[in-house]
Every structure is written in C-alpha cells, then in structure tokens.
C-alpha cells in the first residue's frame, strides 16, 4: 500500500523532496531526503521487462484537449495496420478520466480477460490491440474521479500488467497538459540507454487558443528529452458537401501550425481537414482508412514520414 | 474564503476542445454587459485559455497586502481575472506540476486572491474529473456555489465524456445548472448550407436523459472566434447571432436562480 502524498509534497523527484516543511510527518520522508539514494521506482524494472518485446513506443500528445489526439491515434493506427500488414500495433488509452479509444475503435462493450500473463488487451485486427480503462468501467456513466497518485498507479499496471506480447509499435494517446499522467508515461517509458525507442507525435488544430497550448507540450517533451517525430494540424480546414467551398473554421490568425514548428523547430507532418466523415467514423468506431479522399491522402504522408522516422 | 462573492459558477466538461473558455469568458462578459460585477477564475494550470482569450497575455499580478491583485480588464473594474497565464514568465513555459501542486495552487487562488465584491464568480476548468475538480469541489462546500454549467459538443465521443463528468457532479453533490451545445452546425458562409460537421442533437438528448435543463445550443460561429483577443461581449458585437440570443437566455436564467436567496 502507498500512502497517499502530503498535500504539499514537492514531488519526490524535486530537488527539496523530504526537505521541505510539508514532508514533515509524511512517513516516507527519510526515503526522500537521503541524498544518497536514488530514488528509483520498483515500477519502472517492472514496466521494462513487460515491454521488452514492443520496438517502438509512439506518444501522441498535444497540450490542448479536443484537437483529436485520439482521433489522430486511431487513424494513424488504422492505416498503419492496413499498410503494413506483417507488422503488429497496439493503443494504450493512458486518458483515465475521459478514454475515447473503446469508441474510436469500434470497441465498446468488449472485456479485458485476465490470464496468467496479465490483462489481454482487446483485439481491434488481425494485427491491432487495445487497452484503455474504458473496458474496466461497468457503464459510460462511470466517472474516475482520481487523484494523481491512483491515476499514476494503473499507468503503471497498464505497462507492466498488461500482456502486450511482440509489438512493432505502441501507440500511447494521451489526455492534454503536462502533469500527472505524462510524467508517469515519460518516467515509465524513457529509456536513456536507448533515447530513440520513445518519441512523441504533437497534435494541434490551426487556432492560436490551441497552439498557445501546444507550445507549451512542446516544451515539456525538450524538458523531458523526448524526439518529437513532428506535428500533426488536424481540423485545419473544411469542404462544405453542398458547394464544394472550403472555409477556415478555426482560423490560422498566427500562421497556424506551419509557423509554430518553424518558431519551435520542429517538423510539420501534415495537415488533415475537418471531414465530417471522419467525425462521423469518430462516433460509429468503422474503418475509413480504406476509401480514397483528402484524409486518407494525408495520412499516407504523414504514416510515411512516421515509418521512416522509427 | 470568497467572502464578497454571491454567485459562484463552475463551466465543467470532461472533454477537452469543446468550448468551456469561450463559455466561461462570454458568459463573464454578457454578465458584465448586464450590469453585474464579475470574476473569472482560470483553474486550468497546463493550458490557460483565458489571458489569451480576453487580450490579457502579457499583464502582471502584483502582491498586495492581503494578496494577489486580479487583473482589472478596464477601469470600471467590473471584471476581474485571474490566471496561471498571468504567472508564467514566458507564454511558452510548460507548468509541469503533478497533482499536491496544482492543489496548493488553485487554493491560492481561492484564498490569496482579492477578489472584492463580485455577483458573480465563474470558474473555468481544465477536462476531467481529477485533482483540480476535487479540489475545487471541496472548497465549493464553504461557499455559496450556485452550481455547474456543463459544455459539451454534440458529437458521441464528447458526450461519453461528459456523462462521466454529470456523475462526478452527482457524486459531489454540485447542482448541474443545465448543458450548453457548443459547436452544433456550421453555416457555411458560399452556399448558406448547414452541415453538422460534429452531429447534432447530442446536447439536447444528454439533457433530457440526465434530466437538467439544456440552456442552450451553440453554433459554430467563426465570428465569434474573431472576437478572441478583446474584451467585446458578444452581446454588443454580434447582437442578432444566435449566440447572443444563447447567452441573454443563460444570464436571464442566472439571474432568475440568484434573485432567490443562496446558502451554501
């Protein structure tokens, strides 16, 4: 059992953890003020054995909420398992609060089955599995109103409990900002013998209300060290069905997501429209990566440039 | 805590993207543009829409000595801001804070902020259902909270999202006000055709199943995108709009709610 944090604990990371006037009293303060120990989670030996077989870890991530990471998660995934037929892919919903991924990938309802090798993920394809609290929730109604700690406790069970067996690429999609669950993620995740196994995929609409925010994620991946692969601008313009006429729904006042990477230096992917086919697909969980149009066009390019990048 | 402060909202989604800032800042200044003195409160630490929203980015808070100054928009000092935005030296900078942090913080500015006399104090929160609405719920059991508006978008993945933050209202016993439909149709501007682009009706059938009122439903109005970045109440600018209409409703409906007498 882990005791809950003080309320002000600086986080046992920081430089003043056990040293500061809060951590009086919390019982694991001599652990945290040693300055010869470091402090190494038990979790992170776990978590690496668990996913010795998966090559490559993906982090989709974006500091807004709402600019479709997990829509950008599913498709990427979707036409990277059709393109690549021989290779395997698996999602990790590490959204706790509000997982999209069961939906997304037209796998509502289904169960987790536990075996001896932990938690099986759900199978979306021949080729594509998925885990996401979704599946442990009784009814869409359920809400996870968790602190950080607990959240950071089934990441960590996600990791290294689940039987994600030999997997080419692991997909992780993400909730927006920069705290609990992306540290716990990056902590988990990031192997400094091996830098290029972890890297992150940014996603942002052309608004400046979004890319004010996706700045600042950018940040936090430098901070942490992760390679960012490159940006994907999603939402970025629509084709009205009736007219054919295209409109700019959130305005790129500022240069949308093509100035951004070059002020922050980092690579453009690719811009996918607003289509209401795939808002549509959004919500049913089908498969649109089969037919031909101005999104699956994107995707191509930016699934190339992912796959040369890995 | 909050003592001059009569009214206090919270704009709740548990999805992000679907509008709970240009709720909460429209909703302050159509408040404003009634004739009420107003606060807004930006509880989402790693993305703060709100300074950018309202032309604020940029401003400093300065210390007092009973606390923290919030920003004054104009000077008839009826709305009052306060934001992680206004704290970070560098617009760019991550705020990579886990849970305790963000606790502490947004007790500061619960507690360590002069917020005056205020009608009403709208609070704008980050997704979820996690440490900054827990926290924000148990500090709403000292004062006089009026309840939750609920922002959500018309499209199913949306909606799976927000049912689980009416639950959390449920479990915390925070009144749900009622559902606002953001993002419900786009007119396109050559041909006036009205597509759905995020479905339609989402809004309306959650309020109905978890039966509290819907207030309102929002189109997709690139107008009223334009006005990010002013102080302009959609209320004067954009007048006959739709969304004008929405939020003379709301504030009507508010003040139907207030003129009764509040306890906590």
Same mark, same amino acid.
């Given at each position: 059992?882990?005791? +809950? +944090? =003080?309320?002000? @604990?600086?986080?046992?990371?920081?430089?003043?953890?056990?040293?500061?006037?809060?951590?009086?009293?919390? =019982?694991?303060?001599?652990?945290?003020?040693?300055?010869? #120990?470091?402090?190494?989670?038990?979790?992170?030996?776990?978590?690496?054995?668990?996913?010795?077989?998966? #090559?490559?870890?993906?982090?989709?991530?974006?500091?807004?909420?709402?600019?479709?990471?997990?829509?950008?998660?599913?498709?990427?995934?979707?036409?990277?398992?059709?393109?690549? +037929?021989?290779?395997?892919?698996?999602?990790?919903?590490? /959204?706790?609060?509000?997982?999209?991924?069961?939906?997304?990938?037209?796998?509502?309802?289904?169960?987790?089955?536990?075996?001896?090798?932990?938690?099986? =993920?759900?199978?979306? /394809?021949?080729?594509? @599995?998925?885990?996401?609290?979704?599946?442990?929730?009784?009814?869409? /109604?359920?809400?996870?109103?968790?602190?950080?700690? #607990?959240?950071?406790?089934?990441?960590?069970?996600?990791?290294?409990?689940?039987?994600?067996?030999?997997?080419?690429?692991?997909?992780?999609?993400?909730?927006?900002?920069?705290?609990?669950?992306?540290?716990?993620?990056?902590?988990?995740?990031?192997?400094?013998?091996?830098?290029?196994?972890?890297?992150?995929?940014?996603?942002?609409?052309?608004?400046?209300?979004?890319?004010? /925010?996706?700045?600042?994620?950018?940040?936090?991946?430098?901070?942490?060290?992760?390679?960012?692969?490159?940006?994907?601008?999603?939402?970025?313009?629509?084709?009205?069905?009736? @007219?054919?006429?295209?409109?700019?729904?959130?305005?790129?006042?500022?240069?949308?997501?093509?100035?951004?990477?070059?002020?922050?230096?980092?690579?453009?992917?690719?811009?996918?429209?607003?289509? +209401?086919?795939?808002?549509?697909?959004?919500?049913?969980?089908?498969?649109?990566?089969?037919?031909?149009?101005?999104?699956?066009?994107?995707?191509?390019?930016?699934?190339?440039?992912?796959?040369?990048?890995? | 805590?909050?003592?001059?402060?009569?009214?206090?909202?919270?704009?709740?989604?548990?999805?992000?993207?679907?509008?709970?800032?240009?709720?909460?800042?429209?909703?302050?200044?159509?408040?404003?543009?009634?004739?009420?003195?107003?606060?807004?409160?930006? *509880?989402?630490?790693?993305?703060?829409?709100? %300074?950018?929203?309202?032309?604020?980015?940029?401003?400093?808070?300065? &210390?007092?000595?009973?606390?923290?100054?919030?920003?004054?928009?104009? !000077?008839?000092?009826?709305?009052?801001?306060?934001?992680?935005?206004?704290?970070?030296?560098?617009?760019?900078?991550? $705020?990579?804070?886990?849970?305790?942090?963000?606790?502490?913080?947004?007790?500061?500015?619960?507690?360590? $902020?002069?917020?005056?006399?205020?009608?009403?104090?709208? *609070?704008?929160?980050?997704?979820?259902?996690?440490?900054?609405?827990?926290? $924000?719920?148990?500090?709403?059991? !000292?004062? %006089?909270?009026?309840?939750?508006?609920?922002?959500?978008?018309?499209?199913?993945?949306?909606?799976?999202?927000?049912?689980? !933050?009416?639950?959390?209202?449920?479990?915390?016993?925070?009144?749900?006000?009622?559902?606002?439909?953001?993002?419900?149709?786009?007119?396109?501007?050559?041909?006036?055709?009205?597509?759905? *682009?995020?479905?339609?009706?989402?809004?309306?059938?959650?309020? &109905?199943?978890?039966?509290?009122?819907?207030?309102?439903?929002? %189109?997709?109005? %690139?107008?009223?995108?334009?006005?990010?970045?002013?102080?302009?109440?959609?209320?004067?600018?954009?007048?006959?709009?739709?969304?004008?209409?929405?939020?003379?409703?709301?504030?009507?409906?508010?003040?139907?709610?207030?003129?009764?007498?509040?306890?906590?």
């Amino acid at each position: 059992m882990q005791a +809950p +944090p =003080p309320e002000h @604990c600086p986080g046992v990371e920081s430089e003043q953890a056990g040293l500061v006037s809060a951590c009086a009293g919390c =019982p694991n303060q001599r652990i945290c003020s040693d300055p010869n #120990k470091k402090l190494e989670d038990p979790g992170k030996a776990l978590v690496a054995a668990a996913m010795k077989d998966v #090559k490559h870890k993906l982090l989709i991530l974006s500091g807004k909420g709402g600019v479709g990471k997990s829509t950008v998660t599913t498709l990427l995934t979707r036409y990277l398992a059709r393109s690549y +037929p021989d290779s395997n892919f698996g999602v990790l919903d590490i /959204d706790i609060c509000g997982p999209s991924q069961p939906r997304l990938l037209g796998a509502v309802g289904e169960n987790v089955h536990q075996s001896g090798s932990g938690w099986s =993920p759900v199978g979306i /394809d021949d080729n594509v @599995c998925l885990m996401s609290i979704g599946f442990l929730l009784g009814s869409v /109604d359920d809400a996870i109103i968790w602190r950080g700690p #607990k959240k950071n406790g089934m990441i960590r069970q996600f990791l290294s409990e689940v039987d994600w067996g030999t997997l080419d690429l692991l997909l992780l999609d993400t909730p927006p900002g920069t705290s609990d669950e992306h540290l716990s993620v990056v902590s988990y995740l990031r192997d400094d013998s091996a830098p290029d196994s972890l890297k992150a995929i940014i996603v942002t609409t052309p608004q400046e209300v979004a890319l004010l /925010d996706v700045r600042k994620e950018i940040n936090f991946c430098k901070k942490q060290r992760i390679p960012i692969v490159g940006v994907v601008e999603n939402m970025s313009s629509f084709r009205c069905g009736n @007219c054919g006429n295209s409109s700019e729904i959130f305005p790129a006042k500022t240069g949308g997501a093509a100035a951004m990477c070059q002020e922050m230096d980092v690579p453009l992917l690719g811009s996918l429209p607003l289509d +209401p086919q795939v808002t549509r697909a959004c919500d049913s969980g089908e498969d649109i990566t089969a037919i031909n149009n101005s999104t699956t066009e994107a995707l191509a390019t930016i699934c190339s440039k992912i796959m040369a990048s890995l | 805590m909050l003592d001059k402060v009569k009214n206090v909202i919270v704009v709740l989604s548990g999805k992000g993207g679907v509008g709970k800032s240009t709720v909460s800042t429209q909703l302050a200044l159509a408040l404003r543009a009634t004739g009420h003195k107003v606060g807004l409160l930006d *509880i989402d630490l790693c993305g703060p829409s709100v %300074p950018h929203l309202l032309g604020l980015e940029g401003r400093d808070i300065y &210390q007092c000595d009973d606390g923290w100054v919030p920003i004054y928009t104009d !000077e008839s000092k009826t709305l009052a801001v306060m934001s992680i935005g206004f704290l970070l030296k560098n617009r760019n900078d991550p $705020v990579i804070w886990r849970g305790p942090k963000k606790t502490m913080m947004i007790k500061q500015f619960l507690t360590d $902020v002069k917020w005056e006399d205020l009608d009403y104090l709208i *609070i704008d929160t980050p997704p979820g259902t996690s440490d900054e609405h827990i926290t $924000v719920m148990e500090c709403m059991r !000292e004062v %006089p909270c009026n309840g939750a508006i609920i922002v959500t978008t018309p499209q199913g993945v949306a909606l799976d999202d927000v049912r689980k !933050e009416l639950t959390f209202c449920k479990k915390t016993g925070i009144k749900v006000l009622g559902i606002v439909e953001n993002m419900s149709g786009f007119v396109c501007p050559h041909c006036s055709d009205c597509t759905n *682009i995020f479905s339609s009706f989402g809004g309306a059938e959650l309020a &109905q199943l978890a039966q509290v009122p819907l207030l309102g439903t929002l %189109p997709i109005d %690139p107008r009223v995108g334009v006005l990010a970045g002013s102080t302009a109440s959609v209320l004067n600018e954009l007048a006959d709009s739709s969304t004008a209409q929405v939020l003379r409703s709301i504030v009507q409906h508010l003040d139907g709610l207030t003129a009764l007498p509040t306890s906590a």
